[in-house]
Each structure stands twice: as structure tokens, then as C-alpha cells.
């Protein structure tokens, strides 16, 4: 690449300029220079990580709504333009102003507001007991049910309440995944309840009498959930594999207890019917796609690393390969054993690129980029596949060398994510300002290493007067 040290150089694009809105190295100068250009002021309000005092009052001061709503949605706001925002006439604003660590003056105004919209999102993030037990009294549905859905964060007495809430929609919303672990003297009350009969049912050690009409339930539901209980009966667990219904089956062959012999015949039968052209077959093959595509079982995501290597041996394909899948992403030991196995498809949902991609999608931590080997990110920079060196590009630590390789590499997304690396060599910068992809200028214009006066230059340049 050429190398330009003094500025930004002369073919720097405007495309840049969309990258100084979210450049952490921005000062609120920079800023505010580029509120003069109409396009960009929602975008600052709404994603400029340097957003201070004064910034929120000139934006505020454009009287734009949308501008005001943009600004409400910023995670990084300080404390006092939280507090300001919290009396904006506008329910549309208000309600963007709840979430974690707010004031308690503030969330307590908001606990009150008259719009259920914002009281429900004050439920959805608040962490004062006091202020949630005021929620849960609620008149409005919404806001229970807001309340409700993160009850394992609750106190124990008030995921209770929620529990026998009048409504169907709260009592459901409080089982949920992540949600509160019913109390045992609740287990009969929320079984004979449609609204959360599936949702009891995995926390339960079913007698053999319960499991039989949980197994005979007209719910598909409620015989999916079963199917993952445990130490079932040899004739409860005889029927859920004889059940014709796709998610039923599903579940039954990614039971965590299921032994593999039971496993591998079960799936025998599926693949046969699905040939027969069978409805139920036909979704249990559906969702088995999406298994061995990366989402894998639940109940994978938080297994311990030791059983998800016996997974990994596992002689269903299915099953081994949703342990690569899944459980790679969240254990290094696992991922450094699907790397070397013998199964070649185990093997490439384990790269590290492949990994990354799956975290991003399914929301999982991105194993590859925080504690990535050195020596597979070193590996993933000279891959054929873009997207792999592409996360090798944005990967801290790579030798200074290799990142300015990778800000020239041919495909546009390796240039992308070698902008954003903070290790990136201040020389490589003017190539990619004037890069002919507009994304790649604007990763430039984003880059931790860009100097604040290359910053003025660029607005200089583009013809953008000194304030507003």
C-alpha cells in the first residue's frame, strides 16, 4: 500500500465521513461539525458512542423528533441526559430511556409514567426489587408480562406472584427459557394450566403416572418438553418414540439422556417415513438441517465441557456435529478436539471462522475472536474463504505486518474488518479512505487509529464548515 503519514490524502471519499460518526476517537468538535450535514444528525444522535452534554442539548435544540427518539436509543448517554430525556414530552422518547444501571430517580419517574409502553420497558431492565414489585402490581398486561419475562432475575416471592397472574400471557411468560424455577407447591396448579403446562413440564421429575399423561397429551408441546426429563419410564419413553408429530421427534432424538443405540434407531425410522412421505418425518428432517447448521439443542449451550466431548464421540453424526456446532463456540477444549476429528464435517463447523459467524447469527459469545489460539487466527488469514480472513483481519493482536496485508486483500470484507483492527499501521489508512467501496471508506473513516486532525482535514476536505 502506499504509505501517507501526514493526512488523509487526496482521494479520501465522502463515504468516509458516515465513519466518523461512530469513531470512538471522535471529539465532540468533530461532531459537531458533522451535524451540518442533514443526513448524517439522526445517525450521531442515534449511534455516536462521544455524545456528551453539550452535544445532546444542540441536537435536542433541532427540535426534531425523530433526532429526539434517535438520541433516547443511544446506550452510551451520560447520566443527565438520561434524566432530561426522561421528562421529554414524547412517549415515543421516553420509553428508550430505560435500561441497565439508570438512575433511581429516574427509573422511579418512569416506573409512573402514564404510558404503559414505558412503565413495560422500565420492567424489562430494571434491577431494583422495590421498583419491580411496583411493576408487578401493574394494571396493564404488557407490563407484567415485560416483568415476567426476565423473572429468573426476580426475587423468588415475586416470580411467584407472576406465576398465578390473572393473565395467561404473564403466568407463560415467567417459564420461559432464562425464566424463574417454579416453586414445588405451583407444579400441580401450572400443569392443569394450558397457558403453562409445556413450559412446567422440564422442571419436573414426572412420576411414572404423571409422565403416561403427559406422554398422551393432546399438546405437542407438552410431549416435546417431555422428552427431555429425565430417567422417563421404558413405556413413557416407548410412546414419545412412536409419536408422528416433527417436533415430538425432534426432541426425542436430541434428548440429553437418550442412549446413542435408541438414537440412531429412532432416526432410522424418521429418514424411512420422511421416504414415505410423512408430514411429522418431514419437520423432524427440517429442524435436523437447522441442528447440524449450527443452532444445535439448548440444553447443548449449557453442558459442561466434559459431556459435550462424549457428544463429540458420539456415533449419531447429528449429534457429534451439533457438539461442534454448539458446544465449540462456548469451550476451547471442545473446539481444539473437533478441529482434529475424523469426522470432516465436525472438522469445518469447528474453524474458527465458521465458529465466529454461527456467534454472530445465533447470539453466542465469539469464542474465536476473544480467545482464539494464535495460531488459528494466524491460519485464517491465509484462508481461500473471504469471510475467514476477514475475522482473522479483526483480530487483536495479529502481527502488524499481516494487518496491513489484509487491509489490501482483494475482497472488500477482509479490507472492512482490517480498517476496524486497532492494530491497524496509521500508513494503510489513506489507501482505504479512497478505497472505490463505499463501505470500506466508511470502516476507514470508523478506525481506532485515525488521528482527530486527519478527521477535521477529511471534513475540510468535503466541504464542511467548522460548526454549527
Not at 56 to 73: I, S, T
Not at 361 to 387: I, K, N, Q, T, W
Not at 430 to 452: M, Q, W
Amino acid at each position: 500500500m502506499t504509505a501517507h503519514t501526514s493526512g488523509p490524502g487526496p482521494g479520501a471519499r465522502a463515504s468516509a465521513l458516515e465513519g466518523l460518526v461512530v469513531n470512538r476517537s471522535a471529539t465532540p468538535g468533530v461532531l459537531r461539525r458533522l451535524m451540518a450535514l442533514p443526513d448524517l444528525t439522526e445517525e450521531i444522535a442515534w449511534s455516536s458512542p462521544r455524545i456528551d452534554t453539550g452535544l445532546a442539548d444542540a441536537l435536542l435544540g433541532l427540535a426534531d423528533p425523530d433526532v429526539d427518539e434517535a438520541l433516547a436509543m443511544n446506550e452510551t448517554l451520560p447520566a443527565d441526559v438520561l434524566g432530561r430525556l426522561a421528562r421529554h414530552p414524547s412517549p415515543d422518547v421516553r420509553c428508550h430511556v430505560p435500561r441497565a444501571g439508570l438512575d433511581a430517580d429516574v427509573a422511579e419517574l418512569l416506573v409512573r409514567d402514564p404510558e404503559a409502553r414505558v412503565r413495560a420497558a422500565v420492567a424489562r431492565h430494571t434491577g431494583q426489587h422495590a421498583l419491580a414489585a411496583l411493576l408487578a402490581d401493574d394494571p396493564d398486561t404488557t407490563v407484567r408480562e415485560a416483568l415476567a419475562s426476565r423473572a429468573g432475575t426476580l426475587p423468588r416471592e415475586l416470580a411467584g406472584r407472576l406465576l398465578t397472574d390473572e393473565a395467561p400471557s404473564v403466568r407463560a411468560a415467567v417459564l420461559r427459557p432464562g425464566g424463574a424455577v417454579p416453586p414445588r407447591e405451583l407444579h400441580d396448579r401450572l400443569l392443569a394450566d394450558p397457558a403453562t403446562r409445556a413450559l412446567a413440564v422440564p422442571h419436573l421429575a414426572p412420576a411414572p403416572d404423571l409422565a403416561l399423561r403427559l406422554a398422551a397429551d393432546p399438546d405437542p408441546g407438552v410431549r416435546a418438553a417431555l422428552a427431555g426429563c429425565p430417567a422417563l419410564p421404558d413405556e413413557v419413553q416407548a410412546l414419545l418414540e412412536a409419536d408422528r408429530d416433527g417436533f415430538v421427534r425432534y426432541e426425542v432424538l436430541f434428548s440429553r439422556w437418550l442412549p446413542d443405540e435408541r438414537r440412531i434407531r429412532h432416526l432410522a425410522r424418521i429418514e424411512e417415513d420422511d421416504r414415505a412421505g410423512d408430514k411429522g418425518a418431514g419437520d423432524a428432517r427440517y429442524l435436523l438441517g437447522m441442528t447440524t447448521n449450527g443452532q444445535g439443542p439448548r440444553w447443548m449451550r449449557e453442558a459442561p465441557a466434559e459431556e459435550c466431548l462424549r457428544h463429540l464421540d458420539s456415533s449419531l453424526p447429528q449429534l457429534r456435529r451439533a457438539a461442534a456446532a454448539t458446544a465449540g463456540l462456548l469451550h476451547p477444549a471442545v473446539a481444539e478436539r473437533a478441529r482434529s476429528h475424523d469426522d470432516a464435517e465436525v472438522r469445518r463447523l469447528a474453524r474458527p471462522g465458521a465458529t465466529a459467524a454461527r456467534s454472530l447469527a445465533f447470539g453466542l459469545p465469539v469464542l474465536d475472536l476473544v480467545r482464539m489460539e494464535r495460531r488459528a487466527c494466524l491460519e485464517l488469514a491465509y484462508s481461500e474463504d473471504p469471510l475467514e480472513r476477514a475475522y482473522a483481519a479483526g483480530a487483536p493482536g495479529l502481527p502488524v505486518e499481516l494487518v496491513e496485508r489484509l487491509a489490501g486483500d482483494a475482497h472488500k470484507t477482509v479490507r472492512v474488518s482490517a480498517a476496524l483492527n486497532p492494530g491497524l499501521p496509521v500508513r494503510c489508512l489513506p489507501a482505504l479512505l479512497a478505497d472505490p467501496s463505499d463501505c470500506v471508506a466508511e470502516a476507514a473513516g470508523a478506525s481506532p487509529v485515525l488521528p482527530v486532525p486527519w478527521m477535521h482535514a477529511l471534513l475540510d476536505r468535503h466541504g464542511v464548515p467548522g460548526g454549527v
